[in-house]
């Protein structure tokens, strides 16, 4: 905590989390000369609008006691940008929060190899056990896990790295001690004693649609690649990735199918020049000679990760010969039943069965291909279930059985 704690605060609260503080320092010795200077100083310098003005100028610096107050009071760090906890890596990038509030011990992040794991909330069972198996081989090799705490890929990669004994960050849309995401809490009190809750909004800050993707300037500006797991053509991971690529960070991407529209965002990265990621070793192997803290001899294929993995709650089953006669057959009668039941659903519940596959999928994603209403969709799958046509896991993913 530097002692010009108050001011970046001060500045923050006036000008929001988002705000592009290095222009406008530029014109100024400090923040405290900022802080100090009169309204005619601040119309002098062309990097302050007017709006920003009148924000600074009705801003009171002693609203900001009650942040470090409620810090105090949950024993949460707060890093400003002066303070050499905060890492150089994130100072560095276009536009740096003027704080970080931290919950639990951040790593020292710029002697690190840092890697950020994203990809959508709605995974399939394919990423779900991507995300975790790379996300553990990774951080067996010494890398450290950054990812965003919401579900899907985001949970898994940070199971992946917590399954491999080792340290990774959650940067939240929300401010510490905020209501969000129940599922998580144990996952986040799991994250805070190996590592860190990190975030640019104050204490008890609510997360909305636009916290998210400031958030995700973050993600990529603590970490030195991206790796993208499965995302759409419109999405927060892909905000990400082009965070990433703005900041000069690597850009990975495990392929994804090229049946799928859902992710097709993914498969288009790689087109458009990522890293083709399929083994920890193609994200190591770019900075095992810049970093001694990362060991390349041990890196494993996912295959010996698959098989030696103890993870359950990952939902990755051990492997086995799916393309054997025997399997074949068996998968073919299977169909053949599922077949036979399924001819005398009802509407609503053919609806439901017929979006589905043998893949995984979020409830959110039945619901958007039915056109149907939450609460049919919800009953249709009870049902389908009961009929043991239906499979589900959870984070509400629900696959054909």
């Not at 500006?221 to 900041?247: H, P, R, W, Y």
């Not at 053919?350 to 609460?375: C, R, W």
Request: proline share 3%; hydrophobic share 40%; aromatic share 6%.
């Amino acid at each position: 905590m530097s002692e010009n704690l108050r001011y970046w605060l001060w500045l923050q609260k006036a000008l929001g989390e988002g705000a592009y503080i290095k222009h406008i320092l530029e014109d100024f010795s400090s923040v405290k000369a900022l802080y100090d200077a009169n309204i005619i100083e601040w119309k002098m310098s062309p990097n302050l609008t007017q709006k920003q003005i009148n924000k600074l100028e009705t801003t009171d610096i002693n609203s900001v006691d009650e942040i470090i107050y409620a810090c105090q009071n949950n024993n949460w760090q707060i890093i400003d940008y002066e303070d050499e906890k905060y890492p150089q890596r994130l100072r560095e990038i276009y536009n740096p929060p003027c704080v970080l509030y931290v919950d639990g011990e951040l790593p020292d992040i710029d002697s690190l190899v840092t890697i950020a794991v994203v990809g959508t909330r709605k995974a399939s069972e394919y990423a779900v056990k991507a995300t975790h198996l790379m996300s553990r081989g990774i951080t067996e090799c010494g890398a450290v896990v950054v990812s965003g705490g919401a579900l899907g890929v985001d949970t898994y990669a940070h199971k992946g790295a917590l399954a491999a004994g080792g340290k990774t960050i959650a940067v939240l849309g929300c401010g510490l001690g905020a209501s969000y995401l129940s599922e998580n809490k144990q996952l986040r009190d799991e994250i805070k004693k190996n590592g860190a809750l990190v975030t640019a909004y104050p204490p008890f800050t609510r997360a909305s649609r636009t916290t998210f993707p400031m958030r995700n300037r973050i993600i990529s500006g603590l970490s030195l690649g991206v790796l993208v797991v499965e995302a759409g053509v419109k999405s927060g991971s892909l905000i990400t990735a082009n965070f990433a690529n703005e900041q000069g960070r690597d850009v990975f991407a495990i392929p994804a199918s090229v049946l799928s529209e859902d992710f097709a965002g993914t498969n288009k990265l790689i087109d458009d020049g990522a890293m083709v990621a399929t083994n920890p070793a193609h994200i190591i192997s770019v900075y095992a000679q810049r970093f001694d803290t990362v060991d390349l001899s041990k890196a494993r294929t996912m295959s010996q990760l698959m098989a030696d993995d103890k993870d359950k709650s990952a939902n990755v089953e051990p492997c086995e010969d799916k393309l054997s006669f025997d399997n074949l057959e068996k998968g073919r009668e299977k169909r053949l039943n599922r077949e036979d039941k399924a001819r005398s659903l009802n509407a609503d519940m053919k609806a439901v069965y017929n979006s589905l596959s043998e893949q995984f999928v979020h409830i959110d994603n039945i619901i958007e291909k039915t056109g149907m209403t939450p609460a049919k969709v919800s009953s249709a799958l009870i049902q389908l279930e009961v009929l043991d046509l239906v499979k589900s896991a959870t984070g509400k993913r629900f696959k054909l059985s």
